[in-house]
């Protein structure tokens, strides 16, 4: 990976972006592709507005599939009495380091656990109803880069290096699916009632286990909590292997991504999850091989270009 593409990913995981309050990376992304879509090979249309609430999409050419990344994070909520809340379903250890911001100013604190309640630990009282996330470490060797919140700035970061090169396809950036979804639906309502398109990759990170490992390649899912239509998911192995890049096949029985709104849409929409796999799920923590970040990469410029 290139310094440059280092320096984006660990902005990416340093914005303050909790289910339910994405506009911060909203904002980021508007910014950032109008600033680099010039040294594209096509430029997209951004659509994006009140009808959208914080999600973005990018159209480009003629598009024929569209790659879905959620720009959403795990984190907890301020209750009444030093209590939490979690958002999604976060890691919570004793100890972990929380930030966030309320109308007194910045907030960094620690994370208690007490017979499985959840409180901070702070110099003074925290306005209720604010949100804080992990605080980023982010850490680089030749081989790995860790982090909270790879899941799932790692898959937005794959869909803007997709971007670079993209003909015909839209990106969506979708919000809340690590607290139950919420704007898939309505985005496969625009999507296919504008451009007829049924077929949708997710971009997103999956786990390590004993049958998905580091530096075997991304992962393509034939099922977690959801079973994406045989069919499509056969074809998107096919190309995987007419591909050169390196993959690996995923089989789970829990989890779940924007691929379960997609199937539950009134649309014949085909999806397939395809990601790289990290260790440290849902913690500060999080890491990812390198090689595997690049094959993820790799497959989905392959796969938009031949889907």
Same mark, same amino acid.
């Given at each position: 990976m290139q310094?440059a #593409?280092?320096?984006l990913?660990k902005?990416? /995981?340093?914005?303050?972006?909790? @289910?339910g309050?994405?506009?911060?990376?909203t904002?980021?992304?508007?910014?950032?592709?109008?600033?680099?879509? #010039?040294?594209?090979?096509t430029?997209p249309?951004?659509?994006? +507005?009140? %009808?959208?609430?914080?999600?973005?999409?990018?159209?480009?050419? $003629?598009?024929?599939?569209?790659i879905?990344?959620?720009?959403?994070?795990?984190?907890?909520?301020? &209750?009444?009495?030093n209590?939490?809340?979690?958002? +999604?379903?976060?890691?919570?250890? #004793? +100890?972990?380091?929380?930030?966030?911001?309320?109308?007194?100013?910045?907030?960094? /604190? $620690?994370?208690?656990?007490?017979?499985? #309640?959840?409180f =901070?630990?702070?110099?003074?009282?925290? %306005? @209720?109803?604010?949100?804080?996330?992990?605080?980023?470490?982010? &850490?680089?060797t030749? %081989? =790995?880069?860790?982090?909270? =919140?790879?899941d799932?700035r790692?898959?937005?970061?794959?869909?803007? $290096?997709?971007?670079?090169?993209?003909?015909?396809?839209?990106?969506?950036?979708?919000?809340?699916?690590?607290h139950?979804?919420?704007?898939?639906?309505?985005l496969?309502?625009?999507?296919?009632?504008?451009?007829?398109? &049924?077929?949708?990759?997710? @971009?997103?990170?999956t786990?390590?286990?004993?049958?998905?490992?580091? &530096?075997?390649?991304v992962?393509?899912?034939?099922?977690?909590?959801?079973i994406?239509?045989r069919?499509?998911?056969?074809?998107?192995?096919?190309?995987?292997?007419?591909?050169?890049?390196?993959?690996?096949?995923?089989?789970?029985?829990? +989890?779940? @991504?924007?691929?379960?709104?997609?199937q539950?849409?009134?649309?014949?929409?085909?999806?397939?999850?395809?990601?790289?796999?990290?260790?440290?799920?849902?913690?500060?923590?999080?890491?990812?091989?390198?090689?595997?970040?690049?094959?993820?990469i790799?497959?989905? $410029?392959y796969?938009?270009?031949h889907?």
């Amino acid at each position: 990976m290139q310094a440059a #593409d280092i320096k984006l990913l660990k902005t990416l /995981c340093e914005i303050f972006a909790p @289910s339910g309050n994405e506009s911060a990376m909203t904002e980021f992304l508007i910014s950032y592709v109008n600033q680099n879509k #010039d040294h594209w090979k096509t430029q997209p249309e951004l659509i994006y +507005g009140e %009808e959208f609430q914080d999600c973005l999409v990018l159209k480009f050419g $003629k598009p024929r599939t569209a790659i879905f990344a959620h720009i959403d994070s795990i984190g907890f909520t301020v &209750r009444y009495e030093n209590q939490l809340i979690p958002i +999604g379903g976060p890691e919570t250890e #004793d +100890g972990y380091t929380l930030v966030g911001h309320d109308v007194m100013g910045p907030i960094e /604190c $620690k994370l208690k656990v007490e017979d499985r #309640d959840l409180f =901070y630990d702070f110099g003074r009282g925290i %306005e @209720s109803g604010t949100d804080l996330v992990f605080k980023s470490d982010f &850490r680089e060797t030749d %081989e =790995y880069v860790q982090s909270c =919140y790879m899941d799932n700035r790692l898959g937005v970061f794959n869909a803007l $290096k997709v971007a670079e090169t993209l003909e015909d396809g839209l990106i969506i950036f979708s919000c809340w699916e690590e607290h139950g979804g919420g704007t898939v639906p309505f985005l496969c309502k625009w999507m296919y009632e504008n451009y007829q398109i &049924r077929q949708a990759l997710v @971009s997103d990170i999956t786990w390590v286990t004993e049958g998905v490992t580091h &530096r075997n390649g991304v992962a393509i899912s034939l099922r977690d909590m959801s079973i994406p239509r045989r069919e499509y998911v056969d074809k998107i192995i096919a190309l995987a292997e007419a591909s050169g890049v390196n993959y690996q096949i995923e089989v789970e029985r829990s +989890g779940g @991504s924007d691929g379960r709104e997609i199937q539950l849409s009134p649309y014949p929409i085909d999806w397939c999850f395809v990601g790289a796999p990290e260790d440290h799920v849902h913690s500060p923590d999080e890491i990812v091989h390198k090689s595997d970040i690049e094959a993820m990469i790799n497959l989905y $410029k392959y796969l938009m270009k031949h889907l």
